[in-house]
């Protein structure tokens, strides 16, 4: 499978990534590259296998339903690049 | 006294403890080193401070008579993936430039209650995405080697802690965290002639580590020899109820446990690492590798791993593919850099955002990887890869029938020049051709400096183990260590 500039915009609009055209151009065959070189592993048979979910088998822990931990707020908003009374500020969303 | 700076972990913890050093003379001659070595650029910040204040607590127990704690005053770098409270954690990322995380990552609280101190965060490739500390925002990390040619070109030293792997063979600091992910402590320990190990996945908590790859990501310890890594990984290891994947049981005593005697052990040497154009160099040092492991008493057969060439290309499917969803949470909202146009909207903020804090390598593995997950395209790449990843773990499992352990050298080549690999990132992955097998299978793997090459610089032995048998990994690397002799170090350039 191979990229064209069309593609490469999708993918990079579908990872919220802004690439101008002359950039997009660029990735094309820096991504081919890679692409046809992951392409050998349609060589593998691997009609009789599943995929891998678990690297190191293990069961997924349950714990009570019970709160204990949160109460935070001011620790969580410390970081935030914009913030007004206890929230996460963004560009107006609704059109 | 300048040579406490040559100690190891073990010797500075057995120094402080018998007294015939303070903690305090410890952190003062790694602090001094650090801050003389600024040209390598290993670390991103210095926190001299938190290492004189787990010096002081280290003296005063001494003081008092108390018992001390396992690596009381033994000063460390801390890979900067690592979230640290109130220090700057940046992932080598213009995105994260400026994060003072809330929280301490599991792995660094268990070694700062543990007794150790941090001398600064240690640069690394942008989030944990390269194999020569190439794609950091702050600049490359240069190694402490030079070639022995007479000629000042600056070598990389591996990647992605390569700002460890410079520390610590520059002697600034006795050991650090590193992660691995596909061979990011392995192969800069096999650059800069130091160990390191990666453990069984889920053996050390990812809680607090800056994720890429989730179901690959390790965090490990990079020190100078084998008993350091041991005497490391026990302060690091343990279950954390806030890791899904963290294994539930007691961390062994791998110190006490060392043992070089491999009597009654099968090595097995696995036939497919062989690879076409592979130095020559390598293949007499990973016959002298065989050599030292009969020495010890152990057995040698050849086994056959099938499917290893397909280990790298399925890793770059898999990584990247996990990376597009890991990095998906930086978007400018909560917290990092944002970068708000003029009369943006919300997407645009987000795209404005990921593509002036990203750098062009970590850009390239979002965009692999959010392909490879798209419709049309998952079950081609994304399922078919998990599917290649079930055959690479049987391959291992196969195997162990026939030996307990793997020998192969730890990477295709000694370190090369900055620059020398920048411009093709599939020259960059081939890199890991010796290091991805064992990270996609989970099982414990470690490098041991094994010699140096025609240029001087060093090369690296890899032992690969069952998954849970670090213990056999590290007996393996010990004797390995205890024959190779590997004492050469840097010359002091800068």
């Known amino acids: 499978m191979s990229v064209d500039t069309a593609t490469v915009k999708k993918v990079a609009s579908l990872a919220r990534i802004a690439i101008d055209d002359a950039a ?32 190191i088998p293990n ?3 349950l714990r009570d339903d019970v709160v204990n931990d949160g109460d935070m707020r001011d620790a969580v908003l410390a970081n935030a690049p914009a913030g007004e009374h206890g929230f996460f500020t963004v560009p107006k969303v609704i059109e | 006294m300048s040579d406490i700076t040559d100690l190891g972990v073990a010797a500075l913890r057995d120094g402080i403890r018998s007294g015939a050093f303070s903690a305090r003379e410890v952190a003062d001659a790694f602090i001094v080193r650090v801050s003389q070595a600024r040209q390598l650029n290993a670390f991103i910040v210095e926190t001299p401070e938190h290492a004189l204040a787990a010096a002081k607590e280290a003296d005063t127990a001494r003081a008092a008579g108390e018992t001390l704690k396992p690596l009381a005053g033994v000063p460390i770098g801390m890979k900067d993936l690592f979230c640290t409270k109130g220090v700057q954690t940046t992932a080598a990322s213009h995105m994260l430039e400026g994060f003072k995380p809330e929280y301490e990552s599991t792995v660094s609280q268990k070694l700062w209650d543990a007794g150790a101190g941090m001398l600064g965060k240690l640069n690394l490739d942008q989030f944990a995405m390269g194999s020569s500390n190439e794609t950091s925002y702050f600049g490359n990390v240069i190694s402490p080697w030079r070639r022995k040619d007479g000629g000042n070109a600056a070598l990389a030293p591996g990647g992605s802690s ?22 990011s402590i392995r192969q800069p320990a096999a650059f800069t002639g130091i160990s390191g190990i990666k453990p069984t996945y889920g053996r050390c908590s990812r809680w607090g580590v800056v994720a890429f790859a989730s179901s690959l990501d390790q965090a490990g310890p990079m020190a100078r020899d084998v008993r350091d890594c041991a005497i490391m990984l026990e302060a690091m290891a343990g279950f954390d109820a806030k890791d899904a994947t963290s294994l539930k049981l007691d961390v062994p005593k791998w110190e006490d446990g060392l043992n070089p005697d491999l009597r009654g052990k099968k090595i097995g040497i696995p036939k497919e690492y062989r690879v076409d154009g592979m130095p020559s160099e390598i293949e007499v040092l990973w016959q002298q590798g065989i050599d030292w492991l009969k020495d010890a008493g152990a057995e040698i057969v050849e086994v056959s791993l099938p499917h290893t060439k397909y280990a790298l290309p399925a890793y ?5 593919a996990e990376a597009s969803s890991n990095l998906a949470r930086y978007d400018g909202v909560r917290y990092g850099q944002r970068d708000l146009p003029e009369g943006a909207n919300l ?23 959010t392909y490879v997950l798209s419709a049309g395209f998952y079950d081609a790449y994304y399922t078919q890869a998990q599917k290649v990843r079930t055959l690479i773990a049987q391959d291992f499992e196969k195997a162990w029938a026939q030996c307990d352990l793997l020998l192969t050298p730890t990477a295709p080549s000694a370190a090369f020049a900055l620059g020398e690999k920048s411009a093709d990132p599939l020259a960059m992955y081939l890199n890991d051709v010796f290091t991805v097998p064992s990270s996609l299978a989970g099982i414990p793997a470690m490098s041991v400096p094994g010699g ?13 183990g069952k998954p849970l048998d670090e213990q056999g990994v590290l007996n393996a690397g010990l004797a390995i260590e205890q024959r190779a002799g590997f004492t050469a170090r840097p010359e002091q350039w800068w």
Do not use: K
């Not at chain 1, 990735?27 to 891998?52: C, F, H, K, R, Y």
């Open chain 2, 347 to 369: 997407q645009e903020m987000y795209a404005a955002t990921r593509a002036a804090g990203f750098g062009p390598e970590v850009q390239r593995r979002i965009l692999i990887g």
């Open chain 2, 316 to 320: 770059y499917i898999i990584a990247p």
């Open chain 2, 162 to 183: 390569g700002g460890s792997s410079s520390a610590i063979s520059a002697r600034l600091c006795p050991a650090a965290t590193g992660t691995d992910t596909g061979g």
């Open chain 1, 24 to 55: 997009a151009e660029r990735l094309v065959p820096e991504l081919n590259n890679i692409l046809g070189w992951i392409e050998q592993l349609g060589e593998v048979d691997t009609s009789a296998v599943q995929p891998m979910t678990a690297v």
């Open chain 2, 452 to 464: 140096l090459d025609a240029g001087g610089l060093p090369l690296g032995l890899q032992i690969i």
């Open chain 1, 59 to 61: 069961t997924l822990r």
